[in-house]
């Protein structure tokens, strides 16, 4: 490990420092300083990491709870057990993790304060590790389907098949599904219904903190032309796709796209991977050709391996299509979509929506 570039890890807003180093098993009884632990050092940008945990005071001692969803609570137990005893061990504290399948708190006793924090801080980082490893579940979009839209594409797809088939790679598993074309803002993983609510709410919010302001509640109307690769190698290309912008030339869509991701981000529900959304509208895609429901994201966040492609020649697309004309389209919401879902049109099944009107 670099000492002088460390791990950060992000756990609600605060920075932590992540140290490659084992601890030493307690031998004394008296209470320590048990803000750090084992993989995590010191709190990069407060003195104090306790004060951010909440802990309440019983009879008996202290007490911490924290919301976990049940998909995770087999990190926290590890196998057989293991990784929760030895946090009950090295915190000297008492973990309690609700039954497979039942959502619930996970709570933390212990007789010293230190020691609870220590063990609430230590799942977090935990839980944020294994998060990051989770498929996505929802991402944020704006629905490019419709009618007109997929009319043009759908000739774009015949006359670049037409043009442009026997260069290598080029087949017509590549092309998009026409009912699920898109802008992709982010993705997330949200693993129970409370998390997506949450995801639902700050979408509320993000409408009256500033969304509304942007559009002055009305459509933004987005012109979708010219085809664009997104790798270094025009002739090695893996995903090609649509460019976008607002039609009266202002920056309105892609402010109000920057905006959300930070938001998201600030709140945990979301991972930063670019200092700005990059929107585009994916018409064709590598990753189709084994799994025709598979999305662009993953590229997105770097999740899919490269590797395992079969890319193709993209150099004529580019010369021929260039400036395709794919139509205008009216934005008018934006959608917290399910991945691997669809709904009665064909796109993808909506968890929640912030609309301009």
Request: with cysteine.
């Amino acid at each position: 490990m670099n000492v002088l570039r460390p791990t950060l890890v992000r756990i609600g807003g605060r920075v932590y420092r992540k140290n490659l180093i084992e601890e030493q098993p307690f031998l004394q009884e008296k209470e320590e300083d048990f803000c750090t632990g084992e993989g995590l050092g010191d709190c990069a940008d407060d003195p104090d990491p306790c004060d951010a945990v909440v802990v309440e005071e019983t009879e008996r001692g202290f007490q911490c709870r924290v919301e976990v969803p049940s998909p995770l609570y087999k990190y926290i137990i590890g196998k057989k057990g293991e990784t929760k005893k030895r946090l009950e061990t090295e915190t000297r504290t008492s973990i309690s993790v609700p039954k497979p399948g039942v959502e619930g708190e996970v709570v933390i006793t212990g007789q010293h304060r230190s020691g609870v924090v220590s063990a609430r801080t230590r799942i977090d980082v935990l839980l944020d590790s294994f998060r990051k490893k989770q498929p996505f579940t929802h991402f944020l979009s704006f629905a490019l389907n419709q009618p007109a839209i997929q009319e043009k594409f759908l000739q774009f797809k015949e006359e670049v098949l037409e043009k442009c088939s026997q260069d290598h790679g080029v087949s017509s598993s590549l092309f998009q599904n026409p009912a699920k074309l898109h802008l992709t803002l982010g993705t997330l993983v949200l693993l129970n219904e409370q998390e997506i609510q949450k995801a639902c709410d700050l979408l509320q919010q993000c409408k009256e903190d500033f969304v509304d302001q942007i559009t002055g509640g009305k459509p933004l109307t987005v012109e979708v032309a010219g085809v664009e690769y997104m790798n270094d190698d025009p002739a090695m290309t893996d995903i090609l796709y649509a460019k976008v912008h607002v039609k009266d030339g202002s920056d309105r869509l892609q402010v109000i796209a920057d905006q959300l991701v930070e938001r998201f981000v600030a709140s945990g529900l979301m991972l930063k991977e670019w200092d700005r959304v990059k929107l585009h509208a994916t018409v064709m895609n590598t990753l189709f050709r084994k799994d025709p429901t598979e999305e662009q994201n993953n590229t997105m966040t770097g999740k899919s391996s490269f590797k395992e492609r079969e890319s193709f020649d993209g150099r004529n697309i580019l010369k021929l299509f260039e400036n395709f004309w794919f139509g205008e389209v009216q934005l008018d919401s934006v959608l917290l979509s399910q991945r691997f879902s669809s709904d009665a049109c064909g796109y993808y099944a909506t968890s929640g929506q912030l609309s301009f009107s």
